[in-house]
């Protein structure tokens, strides 16, 4: 692990690439968490069908930002949604071409960079993203801005990330990972490196930051969504646990209106 500054270029390039190599593995293991046709906004397991964060979307024109295999646009459009899907990796969108397989009507499946949206202006009432592309670009204010464009007047856009605070603690589900052992002021990414090259970037933002980029993009921030960890939810997922999650946020979740 290293914390370098990365470029834009840089980032889009490594993460497109570790995607493509682990999705298999990534739909492997939380697949049946997630479910084929589940809107799960987080590893505390929330769930929109419990917690209703878009609302009704019987007939809205609706854009998944970093959709992965699909689970969450499925879900959408099994509601009465007409949903595009968008992700960087080739092989998410393979995964989510799998579920479909049989399907009548498989989902809509873009590919492309989250800072570079392929659509016309005011082409959606909604958008969505549940942990993807925002903490994997390195200009999450370049993605506002570009959903911004999309929305149509009124239009929402509610995206779940990384809390920030779990950037001053390691990424660790057991006890270590209660210690604070670095500054959540400092914004330098997390990077992997394999074989000299870059090969996985995230990028931290303070809640300030967010709110900054939100307003900055044109957004108007109306809610922050901090999911508690629920009684009963054994299951780790990476730093995220139920140790942890007794003490500490581990998802912010912002709902945002284009006004």
Request: some cysteine; hydrophobic content about 40%.
């Amino acid at each position: 692990m290293f914390r370098k500054r990365v470029s834009r270029a840089e980032t889009s390039r490594a993460n497109r690439s570790w995607w493509d190599g682990a999705s298999d593995g990534y739909q492997a293991e939380h697949g049946a968490f997630l479910r084929d046709d589940g809107f799960i906004w987080c590893p505390e397991g929330l769930d929109e069908a419990d917690a209703g964060l878009l609302g009704e979307v019987r007939g809205l024109r609706i854009l998944e930002i970093g959709g992965g295999a699909g689970q969450c646009g499925r879900w959408l459009a099994q509601r009465g949604a007409e949903v595009v899907s968008l992700d960087l990796s080739y092989r998410q969108l393979q995964h989510a071409r799998r579920i479909d397989q049989d399907a009548a009507a498989p989902l809509p499946l873009v590919q492309a960079d989250a800072e570079f949206l392929p659509f016309a202006g005011s082409s959606f009432d909604l958008a969505c993203s549940a942990f993807g592309a925002l903490p994997f670009v390195a200009d999450a204010g370049a993605v506002l801005a570009e959903t911004r464009r999309v929305l149509r007047s009124g239009g929402r856009f509610v995206f779940a990330v990384s809390h920030p605070i779990r950037w001053a603690f390691p990424d660790d589900p057991g006890p270590r990972g209660l210690t604070a052992d670095r500054s959540y002021f400092d914004r330098m990414p997390y990077v992997e490196v394999e074989d000299g090259q870059i090969s996985y970037v995230e990028h931290h933002r303070t809640l300030g930051d967010w709110v900054g980029l939100i307003t900055g993009a044109g957004l108007t921030l109306v809610a922050l969504t901090e999911p508690e960890w629920p009684e009963g939810h054994d299951r780790d997922w990476g730093g995220w646990s139920p140790l942890r999650g007794r003490h500490i946020p581990g998802t912010a979740i912002f709902s945002c209106v284009k006004a």
